[in-house]
């Protein structure tokens, strides 16, 4: 059962880390969902066998999880830096036109100093 859950939660990580490398968003949401109940069936199983050692096999498919969630992480961290950039860009052009505006507003229609 453990192995099985492994399975899902890595292949959810492979296809989302595989969806935002090439940029294609639109699953991100359904590949949360997936990977949250992975990580609460591994959880509950691991907490059910705390007292129990677990096998080589499961050492080796933690370990890889590991490196595989932490792959994921780099990528989704990449991705929020770069839409806090473009939102950055956003916001200052946004108060760079409001700004130029009441000016140049308030001299077209003879405002200031007229």
Do not use: C, P, W
């Not at 997936?34 to 498919?61: H, N, P």
């Not at 370990?63 to 939102?87: G, P, Y």
């Amino acid at each position: 059962m453990l192995m099985k859950s492994l399975d899902r939660l890595e292949e959810t990580l492979d296809l989302e880390t595989a969806a935002l490398l090439s940029r294609d968003l639109k699953n991100l949401d359904e590949f949360n969902r997936r990977k949250s109940q992975s990580l609460l069936e591994i959880s509950r199983m691991v907490r059910a066998a705390e007292t129990l050692a677990f096998d080589g096999i499961a050492a080796k498919r933690f370990e890889r999880l590991k490196a595989k969630l932490e792959r994921n992480q780099e990528i989704l961290q990449r991705h929020m830096r770069a839409v806090q950039e473009i939102s950055s860009i956003i916001s200052g052009a946004i108060q760079a036109a409001e700004s130029d505006s009441t000016y140049s507003a308030h001299m077209v229609r003879g405002g200031y100093g007229a």
